[in-house]
């Protein structure tokens, strides 16, 4: 079946101003990440969705992050007010198992570029 | 807190021959999974092999191997026969079976010369 997808591939934009970024997991995956990768560093881990229970929001780096997912399937970040700090590839990952203790299968990611 | 640390920033190899990246990591847990991810430069982060720490046997995966040392704390990777599309970014991973966090290393840069 098809991977994990995310949109937009690339985004460009102003210091201050709010983004988007999607992620569709692969069907019949009950578990939803997102991660950061800023240039030349390793991978971060924001958030974590686990079936119908309150996400783990303990790596996001400040009040200007949010994420939903919604039905259990889609999820959306959003950034707020963006600074260049927030310049980085994010990742979303899903995994089959309701308890997420398996295989994260990546998407190809969201490269965020903030002026 | 648990940390996995990569030592070598980059590697090379010669085609056909077989080169090995390093991987430790410190946990307290007992209930934990190691993964290696490769990392092309199309930046999709791609499974290569998967280990649980609960099986001794070490996983294989075709040209794919892991040597895993639970009591080291060691889970190096060897790539056997290098390609050139084996040229790309690993990491090294550690999933916590209590928090479902991957917990990456800063990876290995590998280069496969023709």
């Known amino acids: 079946g098809a991977g994990v997808s995310q949109s937009p591939s690339n985004k460009v934009t102003e210091k201050g101003k709010d983004v988007e970024l999607r992620c569709d997991p692969i069907?019949?995956?009950?578990?939803l990440y997102w991660y950061r990768q800023s240039l030349g560093q390793g991978l971060e881990f924001l958030i974590y969705?686990?079936?119908?229970?309150?996400?783990?929001k303990s790596g996001l780096p400040s009040d200007r992050f949010s994420a939903e997912r919604t039905g259990g399937s889609v999820s959306t970040l959003t950034i707020q007010r963006t600074q260049q700090e927030d310049s980085a590839v994010y990742l979303c990952?899903?995994?089959?198992?309701?308890?997420?203790?398996?295989?994260?299968?990546f998407g190809p990611g969201t490269r965020l570029t903030v002026l | 807190a648990q940390t996995v640390t990569q030592s070598q920033p980059e590697m090379s190899v010669q085609e056909a021959e077989t080169v090995t990246l390093s991987c430790t990591y410190d946990?307290?847990?007992?209930?934990?999974?190691l993964f290696w991810y490769k990392q092309p430069p199309s930046r999709q982060m791609i499974l290569v092999i998967r280990?649980?720490?609960?099986?001794?046997q070490n996983a294989t995966e075709n040209r794919f191997s892991v040597n895993f040392q639970k009591a080291a704390k060691s889970f190096s990777l060897k790539i056997s026969d290098s390609q050139l599309g084996d040229a790309a970014m690993y990491f090294c991973?550690?999933?916590?079976?209590?928090?479902?966090?991957?917990?990456f290393g800063t990876g290995t840069l590998l280069a496969v010369q023709p």
């Open positions: 069907s019949g995956h009950t578990a």
């Open positions: 990952a899903s995994s089959p198992r309701w308890d997420g203790t398996d295989t994260q299968y």
């Open positions: 969705f686990q079936g119908n229970s309150a996400p783990d």
């Open positions: 991973a550690y999933l916590s079976g209590a928090t479902n966090k991957l917990i």
């Open positions: 280990q649980e720490a609960y099986k001794q």
């Open positions: 946990t307290s847990e007992s209930d934990y999974y």
